[in-house]
């Protein structure tokens, strides 16, 4: 964690998102900051849970073998569906954003998809922070 913090956010919203595709998200949004992290985490390091070239042997623990290079590469890859859950949350708060900015003639039905869509985007949260706990 104290790496993460010693990375601009600026550099990278850049790096990880170069086209603008997720600008509409605010830099202080939890999802996003997992997810900047998480790429940074994936582009820059984790070449080292998953490479054969580092020798890791399987050993004997309380009389069962663990091979801790397949626990690692499936912990790495159930991480990796965070990704897909962003984009899910991505368009939910997108979908948010346009309908705040045009919510419509009658109030009580924009009400109600006000409060249905921010409980998507809570529940969805909740749902891209699931792999990650499992760690």
């Not at 042997?57 to 790495?76: C, F, L, Q």
Request: aromatic share 12%; charged share 35%; glycine share 2%.
């Amino acid at each position: 964690m104290k790496l993460m913090r010693t990375l601009p956010l600026d550099q990278l919203r850049k790096k990880h998102d170069p086209r603008g595709e997720y600008e509409v998200i605010p830099s202080a949004d939890k999802a996003f900051l997992t997810w900047l992290f998480f790429k940074e985490f994936d582009t820059e390091y984790s070449f080292v849970m998953t490479t054969k070239k580092i020798d890791i042997k399987p050993t004997i623990v309380n009389g069962a073998k663990v091979d801790y290079r397949e626990k690692m590469i499936d912990h790495y890859e159930t991480t990796r569906a965070s990704i897909e859950q962003f984009r899910i949350y991505d368009q939910y708060y997108k979908e948010l954003k346009n309908h705040l900015k045009n919510p419509g003639a009658n109030y009580i039905e924009a009400s109600k998809k006000t409060t249905a869509l921010e409980t998507k985007e809570v529940s969805n949260l909740e749902m891209f922070e699931l792999p990650l706990r499992n760690l």
